[in-house]
């Protein structure tokens, strides 16, 4: 996977180097980078939880501080580890309640 991105992202340089070489697209490339930066921000801030929640459960996935069926108590409710996931953790407490913590918790 790391391969074919790392193709893609030498794919688009030599294309923005190719189309870079028109005065006119030269202008609209600048206009669209900057948009872009601006576009970046944004949608930065708007997923910052569940990027954070999505890096948290890629640790969890390494470090396996948890594992299924482990005997855990979460804000004074004692359950158990029923799934992990990339972006959140299922609890089911002793009354068969479910709980769906976020990772980066």
């Not at 893609?8 to 669209?32: C, E």
């Not at 576009?39 to 929640?53: E, F, H, K």
């Not at 005997?71 to 609890?91: K, M, N, P, S």
Request: net charge positive; glycine share 8%; charged share 10%.
């Amino acid at each position: 996977m790391l391969l074919r991105i790392t193709y893609g992202f030498i794919y688009f340089l030599a294309l923005i180097f190719i189309l870079y070489q028109f005065p006119t697209i030269r202008n609209i490339g600048t206009i669209m980078l900057a948009s872009a930066g601006v576009a970046g921000i944004v949608v930065g801030l708007a997923a910052q939880s569940t990027l954070g929640n999505f890096i948290a459960g890629t640790a969890l996935a390494f470090s396996q501080p948890i594992r299924l069926n482990d005997a855990v108590i979460y804000q004074r409710d004692f359950g158990t580890v029923e799934e992990i996931t990339l972006l959140h953790t299922v609890i089911r407490t002793w009354d068969n309640q479910r709980i769906v913590v976020p990772n980066s918790r």
